[in-house]
Each structure stands twice: as C-alpha cells, then as structure tokens.
C-alpha cells in the first residue's frame, strides 16, 4: 500500500521560513509525478505546485519564486521549501501523487504576523 507521510509545519513569523517533507512509503516518489496543495480555514484546497519526474515545476502564481519544489531520490522524499512566508499561506499542506487518491496526511502551517 502507497502512504505518504508528511512532516515540518508548525509556527512561524511572517518572512519566515519552513521546509515540508512527504516521505514515499511503499513507492517511489521519483518516478511520480508529485503534488503539492493547502487548505486555508474556510476555503477550498488549493493546488500549490507540481514536480515532475524528470524535474520540472509549476507553481501557482501565489507562491512563485518563495516555494520551490525539490526531491531527495536516496531519500523517497519531496520537499516544499517555503521561503518569505506570509499570514495569507497559513493553511493546512498536503501532498499527493497527481490524480490518485494517495494524499499525505497534512501539515497544519501558521503564519503569524
């Protein structure tokens, strides 16, 4: 069975930085093509940004150029480093393997101003 655990939320000042990680367990997240999204209080999850196999990435415009994507093959593991951190990006994070039902079980990310 595919799981992916998440790890690194919590508490932050505004331009802050935080780094998430989304362990593959049971596949390997290299070979995935890998999501990112978040859930603020009382709206709708997000897409955030997508990492490709090969490397490349997208990003929604909110977060361009503060949250880059990255994988460690060695590690099964995808991280969103998230750099210059607003009270707007508090959220709840997730990962997931796009267009599977394989979600990370979210990380709570609160920015405080």
């Known amino acids: 069975q595919v799981q992916l655990v998440e790890s690194g939320g919590g508490l932050v000042q505004s331009g802050g930085s935080l780094r998430l990680s989304c362990a593959g367990a049971?596949?390997?997240?290299?070979?995935?093509?890998m999501t990112w999204h978040r859930q603020a209080p009382g709206k709708a999850r997000e897409w955030v940004a997508t990492?490709?196999?090969?490397?490349?990435?997208f990003y929604t415009d909110t977060v361009k150029g503060r949250f880059p994507v990255s994988r460690d093959e060695g590690k099964n593991t995808m991280y969103l480093e998230m750099n210059s951190l607003k009270p707007e990006d508090t959220a709840v994070y997730y990962c997931?393997?796009?267009?599977?039902?394989?979600w990370g079980q979210g990380n709570q990310v609160t920015v405080s101003s």
């Open positions: 997931q393997k796009r267009g599977t039902a394989t």
């Open positions: 049971g596949a390997s997240v290299s070979d995935e093509i």
């Open positions: 990492l490709f196999p090969g490397g490349a990435t």
